[in-house]
């Protein structure tokens, strides 16, 4: 894309990043989380938002770097509540995440065992990253000199940090944590560093004074925010979005941008990210409460390709909600909308259609993906068609393939077709409110009738078994309904209602003409 024609705020990014970095050919891009517990699917959005400036990079022609960084040698500082082995794990804590056992026992660590799962949830959404693990570089001694011009500039960056905070640090503060090697955890104090390689210090449990060689011992760590900036310097970081909470005046972003300066390196170019939740799933998502959503939770509900949709189709700046109530259908329908637009099935103007487009070519699972053109476009169900079958059906999901024949062309539509009624059928059992969902009824229902009632009843069955086959529309069969209720001087509201309860023991259902051409003639009948 042109200057003139970017739209979407990934390309924009891009053009910032290529104009303000001299046109560098190729860019380091970071992102980063620390697996202090499961990564729930708000930590996403800054994985995502990389990934698609990412990718707007590459489509303008340039090299991409882009680092993840596990930060798994920050301390275990609290056991969270919907882990198993609760005692084992309160007997590591103050030390380092990547040192405490995975309660699960699946994985080498704690650490270890959230790295894997979300590294695999990624790979899902066709996000590619290049993971380093902090606990190593620093182990390395990869950041030791690093760790020493640190403490050399001690004063500096103390008057960085006091600048924005109402108390002052202690003028014993030392911009480092140690692990003690006796004891493994970071509970010291008094650190005192002799101004070349060596800290000593008290630990604070324990009658214990010890002393660590920063190149030897790899037991020294940077707090966060020094340790940020350390690395955008190391790693010589181009972009490197931030949520909320980082962003606010004087928050970490304001002093890491500083602080780099004292590495003679410049802040990369910063993209302030809203947070996202989960509406229709269980309240606000929390570690300590264990009620947490994760990528694989929501692609339970989604495809991969509709996750990645929904990031892109909002601004970084935007707060969302990713739902799993009823607003799951209005969710599917503005997908399969989109996706016509962008490739030509549908018309609007130019720069919906040119947004629409570039939104569901970041979408694609793989980069080179196929030309956006009617003929190229994936068969969609209907999502309340195929959830309305997929009841009629009792969840069977081979028996509701039959109902759209040739409709399913090729292999690429098998897979959305499976996909979609997996994620619809999940969605049915979990989250569907109950008014949405049915069962209909396997023998006919007694329940009270009038005469006239009766007689509406008898002259419908007739036209359902001599007439079924003119029925070309749902609109054909609404219209023979109204004509016949009013035939005999009966009220539409009351016929409905007795039809629902004849098929689905319900007084509301879905619309009425289509749901009974979607059961057939034969059930239908029998039914009624």
């Known amino acids: 894309m042109t200057k003139q024609t970017a739209l979407h705020w990934s390309d924009i990014t891009a053009e910032r990043l290529i104009k303000q970095k001299s046109d560098k050919e190729s860019f380091v891009l970071a992102s980063g989380i620390t697996p202090s517990g499961v990564v729930h699917f708000g930590n996403f959005r800054e994985v995502i938002t990389v990934d698609l400036v990412a990718r707007a990079l590459r489509a303008k022609g340039k090299k991409v770097r882009f680092i993840f960084s596990w930060d798994d040698y920050d301390t275990f500082r609290k056991v969270p509540a919907n882990l198993p082995r609760q005692e084992l794990l309160k007997e590591y804590m103050f030390q380092p995440i990547v040192d405490t056992p995975d309660p699960h026992e699946k994985a080498q660590s704690y650490a270890a065992f959230h790295e894997q799962s979300f590294e695999a949830q990624l790979d899902k959404v066709g996000v590619k990253v290049e993971p380093i693990y902090q606990a190593k570089k620093y182990r390395n001694g990869d950041y030791a000199d690093q760790i020493i011009f640190v403490l050399q500039n001690r004063d500096k960056i103390k008057t960085i940090l006091d600048e924005h905070r109402t108390e002052t640090l202690p003028e014993t503060w030392q911009p480092v944590s140690i692990y003690c090697p006796k004891y493994k955890t970071d509970r010291v104090k008094n650190i005192q560093f002799d101004g070349k390689e060596t800290l000593s210090y008290e630990h604070m449990d324990h009658d214990y004074k010890g002393e660590v060689n920063i190149r030897e011992s790899g037991n020294v760590k940077l707090p966060w925010r020094v340790d940020w900036p350390m690395r955008w310097a190391y790693e010589k970081v181009d972009f490197e979005p931030g949520g909320k909470d980082h962003s606010s005046q004087g928050g970490s972003f304001t002093t890491a941008k500083e602080i780099v300066k004292i590495f003679d390196a410049e802040a990369p170019i910063y993209l302030q990210y809203d947070f996202v939740s989960v509406k229709g799933a269980g309240g606000k998502m929390s570690s300590s409460k264990g009620n947490l959503i994760t990528v694989d939770d929501v692609l339970k509900v989604y495809s991969p390709e509709m996750v990645r949709w929904i990031f892109a189709s909002y601004k970084t700046n935007v707060d969302f909600s990713v739902s799993f109530d009823l607003d ?64 009629i059906n009792e969840g069977d999901i081979q028996a509701t393939r039959k109902a759209y024949g040739d409709q399913i062309k090729n292999e690429r539509d098998e897979l959305a077709f499976d996909q979609r009624s997996t994620c619809a059928l999940y969605w049915l059992e979990n989250y569907a409110p109950e008014e949405f969902k049915f069962r209909v009824n396997i023998e006919a229902l007694e329940i009270e009738k009038t005469a006239a009632e009766l007689a509406f009843l008898s002259d419908f069955k007739k036209v359902l078994e001599s007439s079924w086959d003119s029925f070309e529309t749902d609109k054909d069969m609404h219209e023979k309904m109204y004509e016949i209720i009013h035939a005999h001087e009966l009220e539409p509201g009351d016929v409905f209602t007795m039809l629902y309860k004849l098929l689905i023991n319900k007084e509301k259902g879905p619309k009425l003409a289509g749901f009974i051409r979607t059961i057939g003639k034969e059930k239908t009948v029998k039914l009624i």
Request: hydrophobic fraction near 35%; proline fraction near 5%; charged fraction near 30%.
């Open 328 to 391: 799951v259908i209005k969710t599917y329908e503005d997908f399969d909308r989109q996706e016509r637009l962008a490739h030509g099935v549908d018309q609007g103007n130019a720069k919906k259609q040119a947004m629409a487009r570039r939104v569901l070519q970041l979408s694609q699972l793989d980069e080179n993906h196929t030309e956006l053109t009617p003929e190229n476009i994936p068969f969609r169900p209907s999502i309340r068609h195929l959830c309305n079958l997929l009841q």
